[in-house]
């Protein structure tokens, strides 16, 4: 599995999860950081490319408060469009079939392994790997510390948006950070299977780590 660093464009896939923003002292403080790094990069512009070695998508989702999953899934490839310190297009594809899930003590419980869950994730009762073995994140528009564009999972396309925590776009490269929380039900994930889909959130969470290893092109 490849390294973790620091957009951790969680997040993402295995049952993942929500997160809420707080009030409007930190959105403020949020948009003015944004609005700072724009004017350090204001003069950047290019084509970026994400490099996989180092870029990950950490998920995380719950079952009905008793407990949940979290793990990391690799970035199979990625580029972003850059122009005045914005990023005005890009694309993070997925690779489904890397999902790897890091809690343990769920299974302790249960007599499962982490193996199972990957297993489980990979079935049509979750992300059905084997038909859709990439998910996608197609950038639309960047404003201010949010990125908005289209989510792909089993072929079902909604848009969804990036809630960005940190991003730097020198010359040399782009680095960034980014949450992005989804409803599984839009996307067709969901474990038919008695009540579990009743207990499991419909909220999965993704936490975007992107790092560019090339200069702009």
């Known amino acids: 599995m490849k ?6 464009i969680i997040a993402i896939f295995a049952v993942l999860i929500s997160s809420c923003a707080g009030g409007s002292g930190k959105e403020t403080a949020s948009e003015d950081t944004a609005e700072e790094a724009t ?3 204001s003069d950047v512009a290019g084509t970026f490319t ?34 005045k310190g914005m990023i005005t297009s890009g694309e993070v594809v997925i ?6 899930p890091l809690d343990t003590a769920s299974y302790e419980a249960s007599g499962k392994t982490p193996q199972d ?20 994140f197609v950038v ?26 940190s991003l730097e776009i020198t010359e040399g490269g782009l680095t960034g950070a980014g949450i ?3 409803d599984r039900q839009k996307y067709d994930v969901t474990w038919e299977h008695y009540i579990q889909d009743y207990v499991l959130s419909d909220d999965i969470e993704l936490t975007l ?9």
Request: no cysteine; glycine share 10%.
């Open 3 to 8: 390294g973790l660093n620091s957009l951790t």
């Open 39 to 41: 004017a350090e990069t």
């Open 50 to 83: 994400i490099d996989t070695d180092v870029s990950e998508v950490a998920w995380k989702g719950e079952v009905a408060g008793v407990y949940g999953h979290n793990g990391v899934i690799n970035v199979q490839e990625g580029t972003f469009t850059v122009a």
């Open 95 to 100: 690779d489904m079939a890397s999902i790897q």
């Open 117 to 136: 869950l990957v297993d489980h994730l990979s079935t049509g009762d979750f992300f059905l790997v084997e038909e859709f073995p990439t998910a996608s």
């Open 140 to 165: 639309k528009s960047h404003t201010g510390s949010q990125l908005v564009g289209d989510l792909t999972i089993r072929g079902n396309t909604n848009e969804e948006t990036v809630d960005i925590s």
């Open 180 to 182: 992005l929380v989804f």
């Open 209 to 217: 780590n992107i790092v560019d290893g090339s200069s702009a092109l």
